[in-house]
């Protein structure tokens, strides 16, 4: 990931999020950490016009984010989502916490934006593949089977850094 590929824009009262490419691990530990600014008044929109695809890790802290909204009664706007990234939701049961929407709004022009790129530590991705793969399981049971030695194998890692440390 090249750090333009992930860009965080805060704006009075909420965030745009773009991303770039191939959505990954590597997207996902910015995003969580986004996750932890968010309070209940903030919106959130997320701009995958020109993302590629995505793997599981990232869709599970999109779901993080999801659920996150949810509690105070808000949905993440998906800006520009294709067929392609639609299905990949759609697949995991998760596509139901989102408002996909064809067409950016241009009613925040203007906001700080800083490039989210770069690699975390090893130990912080691993808690977040983990933790994202939980919240896809959390969303829809289905997921459990598909994603236990995921979750198991990043448990593992967690454990192991820790002790290295």
């Known amino acids: ?14 965030y745009t999020v773009t991303v770039v490419g191939r959505a990954n691990f590597d997207y996902a530990v910015p995003l969580r ?3 932890g600014k968010l309070t209940p ?6 701009d995958l016009e020109n993302c590629e695809t995505m793997d599981s890790t990232f869709m599970g802290v999109l779901t993080m984010l999801a659920l996150k ?8 706007m998906l800006l520009g ?29 203007s906001g700080d934006t800083v490039s ?3 690699r ?6 691993a808690e977040t593949v983990a933790e994202a793969h939980r919240a896809l399981v959390g969303a829809d049971r289905a997921n459990e089977e598909k994603f236990k030695q995921v979750i198991e194998f990043a448990d593992q890692d ?3 850094l820790k002790r290295q440390q």
């Open 120 to 125: 975390a530590d090893m130990l912080t991705t």
């Open 81 to 109: 989502a294709g067929e392609h990234l639609q299905k990949l939701l759609r697949d995991l049961g998760v596509a139901k916490l989102f408002n996909f929407v064809s067409e950016k709004s241009s009613d925040n022009e």
């Open 158 to 160: 967690v454990e192991r």
């Open 69 to 76: 909204m949810r509690k105070s009664g808000q949905k993440v």
């Open 116 to 118: 989210a790129g770069g």
């Open 41 to 46: 008044d903030n919106w959130l929109q997320i």
């Open 1 to 14: 990931m090249k750090s333009e590929d992930l860009q965080i824009t805060t704006f009075e009262g909420g």
């Open 33 to 35: 950490e986004l996750s």
